[in-house]
Antibody, heavy 120, light 107 residues
Framework: QVQLQESGPGLVKPSQTLSLICNVS??????????WSWIRQPPGKGLEWVGY???????YYNPSLKSRITISVDTSKNQFSLKLSSVTAADTAVYSC????????????WGPGTLVTVSS | DIQMTQSPSSLSAFVGDRVTITCRAS??????LHWYQQKPGKAPKLLIY???SLQSGVPSRFSGSGSGTDFTLTISSLQPEDFATYYC?????????FGQGTKVETK
């Protein structure tokens, strides 16, 4: 079973860029029909899907965040990353990576999540 | 975007109770509906996929039904470890969206 683990700074200043990495183990990030997603959850609130990068390298970003997001993959390290620019306090959330093992399938496996706080 | 609306937002129940949570989509999503359980400080766990298929390892007291716009998650006999927040999620069309969650608390 694929396992995921997020890493990155827990504190980011307003207007700066949030950068997170998701390390993948137990499977290849290049495996066919896998979609690697980022999902966030502000403290005490619900879940928001941020976007994905597919096994073929195509990306889809949530339109609510599209202008600020970049998701990329590093196949040599079996990891993918999230960059969110021009952050504000509203971007404070637990960020989780997850995998969908089929087009339009559920999020089969999740990382434990990492809290990122935007504050000066 | 497809809006997912869960009801109720919270409920109180006893161990052994039958619990039903509903999820309504703002347009038809066929059976592209999935249910997750989340406990405090933990990542969500997949319970039901494709509206009614039980994820491997999930107890059979959990079941899902529905298609189109209306879906239900049922816990046939609530156990102490089932007190948690439950979310539905559609994968019919991007952006994939979640319901706002239903918190199941002990009465």
């Amino acid at each position: 079973q694929v396992q995921l683990q997020e890493s990155g700074p827990g504190l980011v200043k307003p207007s700066q860029t949030l950068s997170l990495i998701c390390n993948v183990s137990g499977g290849s990030i290049s495996s066919g029909d896998y979609y690697w997603s980022w999902i966030r959850q502000p403290p005490g609130k619900g879940l928001e899907w941020v976007g994905y990068i597919s096994y073929s390298g195509s990306t889809y970003y949530n339109p609510s965040l599209k202008s600020r997001i970049t998701i990329s993959v590093d196949t040599s390290k079996n990891q993918f990353s999230l960059k969110l620019s021009s952050v504000t306090a509203a971007d404070t959330a637990v960020y989780s990576c997850a995998v969908t093992i089929a087009a339009a399938g559920p999020f089969d496996s999740w990382g434990p999540g990492t809290l990122v706080t935007v504050s000066s | 975007d497809i809006q997912m609306t869960q009801s109720p937002s919270s409920l109180s129940a006893f161990v052994g109770d039958r619990v039903t949570i509903t999820c309504r989509a703002s347009q038809s999503i066929s059976s592209y509906l999935h249910w997750y359980q989340q406990k405090p400080g933990k990542a969500p766990k997949l319970l039901i996929y494709a509206a009614s298929s039980l994820q491997s390892g999930v107890p059979s007291r959990f079941s899902g039904s529905g298609s189109g716009t209306d879906f239900t998650l049922t816990i046939s006999s609530l156990q102490p470890e089932d007190f948690a927040t439950y979310y539905c999620q559609q994968s019919y069309i991007t952006p994939w969206t979640f319901g706002q969650g239903t918190k199941v608390e002990t009465k």
